[in-house]
Structures are given as structure tokens and as C-alpha cells.
């Protein structure tokens, strides 16, 4: 159950059930366009990176405990609080690079590792998701470079199955990908006509998805990889001042106590809102509290 009142979040909170700051920093490799999103989980830094281990087009689950099986690469929230439920009650972030931006925070379900951005033809994807969330209600899918993408222009295309059970759904417009996309980079997202981010566009009616069957380019982009994850959104702060620490109290100022599920691995999306510069980075952590 949650929280009764702000005297039963304070005593639960005194009592231990709280998983204090747990701290987070990122560093940028290269320098991200303005205008698009991009993964924090692949980057260096605390937690580690996520290396998208796993068999090219087959389903791999990830967690809090076990992260993608290789690498534990999700933020530590305290683990599992069985009959209990788990809120978030403050996040904050500060980068001293360029702003303003926006940071989502994202429970990583699993993904499909080894789509290769060098194809045109429909690539099966492989195994049967097992989501956190019911039916898939609110999941979303992200296609993310895992190895830069060539310099032919190609567009998007996929196959999924709805929350509803519903099966050969797909995108209802356009999606173009991004060419020399570098590694991070949700490919479809930016400022270019047909992009789309940082999920990609559901079919008229549908609130999320259960898994996706295929992906297909509509032409080899001459290079890379991409991993197609699937996500759901938890909460997100705007970056506004560089060098000035945004804070998010879910408790007062936004009172929503977004709410983190057993098992969720937790990861920042980043959109840039302006170029940011090669080596910089973003710190910041998250406190949540269960009842």
C-alpha cells in the first residue's frame, strides 16, 4: 500500500524504509546533437555501462539484481519490498555542459540486442517479453545505436504486439532513422522531418505494448548495430541552469510518488537541448521510501 499521510511517509522513513541518496554520474564520450536523446545506460560511470549483452535478435530481461546478466548496469533502489510498495519522494541533477535539456527516468524491461542497421530486409526478433507492467500498459519501444550507424539515409518500421494482445501493429507514420547515428543515439529521435522521440509512435489507439516481432530498414545504412529496448517512463526533470542542481520533490511540489516496481532497472534518458560537448558530466541521484 502506499503512504497514508505525510506523518506515515515521515515514520517509515525514520524507521529504515527509505533507500537514502542513491547516487548517480554519467560521462558523455562524444558530443551529442542538440535536439535529440540518448541513452545514459551505455555510458561509463556509476552504474557501469551497459554492454547490451546477449544473443543478436533474442528477447534478453533485465533487473535491479542481475542488470542484462553480464552487466548489473540499472540504479540500486534498494531491492525488492515484497507486499510493500516503493515511491520515489525526491530526485536531483546538475551538468555543468550546455542547457537547457531534459532527463526521463525509465524502468529498462529488457531488449533486443544485434539489429543490424546495415539491412534492408525484416529482421525477426526472438522471444516472448516478461513485463513488470500489466499487459504492457505505458511500455515503449526505443531503438538504440549500439555501434554507429552508416551515412545512407534509411527509415523505420516495426511489428509489435499491443497491450491489448493485439498482434501486427505498426508504426502509423514515417519514422525516419538517423544517418552516422553515434552509439547512445535513440536513432529516430531529433530534429529532422520523420523523427520521432524518444519512443517510437504507437498505432492509432494503443497505450503500450506486450512485445515486437520485427524490425525492417527501408534501406542498409551502410553500418552499425542497434539494440530496440523496451521502457517505462517514471518520472522526468528539465535541466535549466548548467552548474545549478535541479531538484524534483514528489511529495510536495510535484505529489505524484512515481512509483518503482520489484525488479525495475532504472535508467536516465537524456534529451539535449543544445550541443553538449564531449567529457561532459551529469550527477545526480534519486531517494525513494516504501510502505
Not at 10 to 25: A, E, I, P
Not at 155 to 181: C, E, F
Not at 212 to 217: A, E
Not at 277 to 291: K, L
Amino acid at each position: 500500500m502506499a503512504f497514508s499521510s505525510l506523518d506515515d511517509l515521515v515514520n517509515k522513513m525514520s524507521n529504515g524504509q527509505t533507500t537514502g541518496q542513491v547516487v548517480f554520474n554519467k560521462l558523455v564520450p562524444a558530443a551529442h546533437t542538440a535536439g535529440r536523446w540518448y541513452d545514459f545506460s551505455a555510458l561509463a560511470g556509476t552504474p557501469i555501462a551497459n554492454a547490451w549483452a546477449g544473443t543478436a535478435l533474442n528477447w534478453r530481461t533485465c533487473d535491479e539484481t542481475t542488470g542484462n546478466g553480464t552487466q548489473i548496469f540499472g540504479i540500486q533502489h534498494g531491492g525488492n519490498v515484497a507486499a510493500a510498495t516503493k515511491h520515489i519522494i525526491n530526485a536531483m541533477a546538475v551538468t555543468p555542459g550546455v542547457v537547457p535539456g531534459v532527463l526521463m527516468l525509465v524502468d529498462m524491461q529488457g531488449y533486443y540486442p544485434g539489429i543490424s542497421l546495415n539491412s534492408a530486409t525484416a529482421q525477426t526478433l526472438v522471444g516472448t517479453p516478461t513485463l513488470r507492467y500489466p499487459s504492457g500498459v505505458g511500455v515503449r519501444a526505443c531503438l538504440i545505436t549500439t555501434a554507429a550507424a552508416g551515412a545512407t539515409a534509411h527509415n523505420i518500421a516495426y511489428s509489435y504486439t499491443n497491450s491489448a494482445g493485439t498482434s501486427g501493429r505498426a508504426n502509423p507514420v514515417t519514422v525516419a532513422g538517423t544517418a552516422s547515428a553515434i552509439v547512445s543515439h535513440l536513432t529516430h529521435s531529433g530534429t529532422a522531418a520523420n523523427n520521432y522521440g524518444p519512443f517510437l509512435p504507437l498505432a492509432s489507439g494503443d497505450s503500450g505494448m506486450q512485445s515486437v516481432q520485427s524490425v525492417t530498414l527501408s534501406a542498409a545504412s551502410g553500418a552499425g548495430t542497434a539494440a530496440l529496448a523496451l521502457v517505462r517512463p517514471i518520472a522526468m526533470m528539465p535541466l535549466t541552469t548548467a552548474g545549478v542542481a535541479v531538484e524534483r520533490d514528489f511529495v510536495n511540489q510535484f505529489p505524484s510518488l512515481p512509483r518503482i516496481i520489484d525488479g525495475a532497472c532504472l535508467t536516465w534518458l537524456y534529451f539535449a537541448g543544445g550541443t553538449t560537448a564531449a567529457n561532459t558530466n551529469f550527477y545526480g541521484s534519486i531517494e525513494a521510501a516504501w510502505s
